[in-house]
């Protein structure tokens, strides 16, 4: 399982684009973190948060695309597929846990019938 605190790091490719892309469009419209949060009526550490490795929630995003008036919806489908990788990943999860404790308990049947 990965650490929780990983200060301005996530190994999440899909998180650090979001964060990169936020960064960008904030630099780009010439706003400051407070300034953006202001707007959006977040605390700049929230908009801190997201382009450091925070994952970003819906509704964060839609709020972006809104306030940078993206058409495209880049921010709430960048958001959404992070939230089915973070599906996808915790299915996987428990699925090798499964097959461990399996493979455990195999094992342990094993070694009580070779004694």
Same mark, same amino acid.
């Given at each position: 399982m990965m650490p929780q605190d990983q200060g301005d790091f996530t190994p999440d490719p899909l998180i650090r684009a979001f964060g990169a892309l936020l960064r960008r469009y904030r630099e780009a419209a010439g706003l400051s973190r407070r300034q953006l949060a202001e707007a959006l009526g977040c605390s700049y550490q929230w908009i801190e948060k997201m382009e450091t490795g925070k994952k970003p929630s819906i509704d964060s995003a839609?709020?972006?695309?809104?306030f940078f008036k993206i058409p495209e919806k880049t921010f709430q489908t960048l958001a959404e597929e992070i939230e089915r990788a973070g599906k996808r990943f915790s299915l996987r999860l428990a699925f090798s846990g499964t097959q461990n404790s399996r493979l455990? #308990? #195999?094992r342990s049947a094993s070694s009580k019938h070779s004694r």
């Open positions: 839609i709020d972006l695309d809104t455990d #308990r #195999r």
